[in-house]
């Protein structure tokens, strides 16, 4: 097969299609190649030609989407809900990613009592037992537990913090593609994330809310996120791991997206401890074998809300990506790109 390329895609051409092809015995690809940034498309001798329908490769006046079938793509869900995705014609196998929503802060209401925040919810692929990430425990007077990966590989969510006699612990960052999010500051900083997990989020002082973790992203594992800091009365939220984004400091203790914990909030009683929320785990399953035209659960789960009262910050909501394509998985093998991704 000759070596086809266009300069505006910037992939391997073997990245955008799926196996199995026809009309060609070159099932690999391996002389496929991208280029970098121009609009034109060009043939293999670099001639600027007119592009072809649905794809832009082309030689000699023959469309190649007529011979490799189908075009990659991927589906985000982003938003707390149950879906039925239904696999695309022609897709034989995908990757999908999912997170578990952060769970939600505590608030001190007594110098002896503190209202516990909601629990994050789980996200999964076509069952529970297929691929799931858990959600991020609620905060009481203890940190909230981190969310665990309950099927698939990746990392666990940080736990919130405790927070002590005059502090508030701040909330845990969410899971990493290989590590745990970083823990929520108990009486100073928040922890950095590990395997590209959200930060965790600073401790406060009392009658201030706490720092909230930070959230993971789900286009390829990345850079850790950093801990929140300083402690004090305008703490920082923890760092967004694998481009998530950062959860909210000071007055705005919401967790990042995906999955960062949201942090506590302490009256000024002192003498009792209220803790933050865990940050939401992180999972993933490559090569799931699916059936064209057949229907496929996909579930994400939403983030707690401080003192589980929609009316106060709340912690980063779940999200899962499924994607296919000829050599795509996580980590990051070729998921960078939002390539034909729809959204919800």
């Not at 919130?160 to 900083?189: E, I, L, P, V």
């Not at 399953?285 to 057949?294: K, L, R, Y």
Request: glycine letters at 30%; aromatic letters at 8%; a positive charge.
């Amino acid at each position: 097969m000759a070596n086809y390329y266009s300069t505006n895609l910037g992939n391997y051409l073997s990245n955008l299609f799926q196996a199995p092809f026809s009309g060609s015995t070159n099932t690999t690809l391996t002389n496929l190649k991208g280029g970098s940034t121009s609009l034109q498309y060009v043939t293999k001798t670099g001639s600027p030609t007119t592009a072809l329908a649905n794809c832009g490769y082309q030689q000699a006046g023959v469309d190649i989407s007529t011979v490799l079938s189908p075009v990659a793509g991927s589906r985000l869900y982003n938003t707390p809900a149950t879906y039925t995705w239904t696999c695309p014609t022609g897709v034989y196998s995908v990757s999908v990613i999912c997170v578990g929503g952060g769970g939600g802060g505590s608030i001190q209401t007594s110098s002896s009592t503190a209202t516990s925040g909601g629990t994050g919810g789980q996200s999964y692929f076509n069952s529970t037992a297929t691929v799931r990430a858990n959600g991020g425990g609620a905060g009481t007077v203890n940190g909230g537990a981190g969310g665990t990966v309950g099927a698939g590989t990746g990392g666990s969510g940080g736990a919130g913090g405790k927070g002590g006699s005059f502090t508030t612990g701040g909330a845990g960052g969410a899971g990493g593609y290989s590590g745990a999010g970083g823990g929520g500051g108990t009486t100073s900083t928040g922890s950095a994330g590990a395997g590209g997990g959200g930060g965790g989020g600073a401790a406060s002082s009392n009658n201030h809310y706490a720092g909230g973790g930070g959230g993971v992203g789900v286009y390829g594992s990345g850079s850790n996120g950093t801990g929140g800091t300083p402690f004090d009365s305008a703490p920082n939220g923890g760092g967004g791991g694998s481009g998530g984004t950062a959860g909210g400091g000071s007055a705005l203790a919401y967790g990042g997206a995906y999955g960062g914990g949201c942090g506590a909030y302490g009256a000024s009683f002192g003498g009792f401890s209220n803790g933050g929320g865990g940050g939401g785990a992180l999972a993933y399953i490559n090569n799931f074998t699916t059936v064209p035209g057949n229907t496929y659960t996909v579930v994400v789960g939403g983030g707690g809300y401080m003192a589980n009262n929609v009316a106060n910050p709340q912690a980063g909501n779940g999200a899962v990506r499924i994607v296919w394509g000829n050599g795509r998985s996580f980590p990051s093998t070729n998921v960078s790109t939002a390539y034909n991704e729809t959204v919800n």
